[in-house]
């Protein structure tokens, strides 16, 4: 079984940072592809961004130029940079490892952004 342990969430002001850290629990994740995804109230879990086994990235457009996906495979951690947050951005972020057809998700991290 794969664990996910997501910290680094908060309440921070429009325009401030947070980085986010999902330290997984097994050698999995080095052939794993890794993605952030967050669910604001009311609303379906979207991606925010994910990174593959090989280092390639993508973003939602929503967070192109403001987020940076990012993983450490020597730690077994993914690592999700934001920057000039939004209101809009505040969700529950949750890390999510795929593998082999199969995926793993952590508990889920509170970003709080206020205007």
């Known amino acids: 079984q794969v664990q996910l342990v997501e910290s680094g969430g908060g309440l921070v002001q429009a325009g401030g940072s947070l980085r986010l850290s999902c330290a997984a629990s097994?050698?999995?994740?080095?052939?794993?592809?890794m993605g952030w995804y967050r669910q604001a109230p009311g609303k379906q879990r979207d991606l925010v961004a994910r990174i593959t086994s090989s280092g390639s990235t993508d973003y939602a457009d929503s967070v192109k130029g403001r987020f940076t996906i990012s993983r450490d495979n020597a730690k077994n951690t993914v690592y999700l940079e934001m920057n000039s947050l939004k209101p809009e951005d505040t969700a529950v972020y949750y890390c999510?490892?795929?593998?082999?057809?199969?995926?793993?998700w952590g508990q889920g991290t509170q970003v709080t952004v206020s205007s």
């Open positions: 097994r050698s999995i994740f080095r052939v794993s592809d």
């Open positions: 999510n490892a795929h593998w082999a057809m199969r995926d793993w």
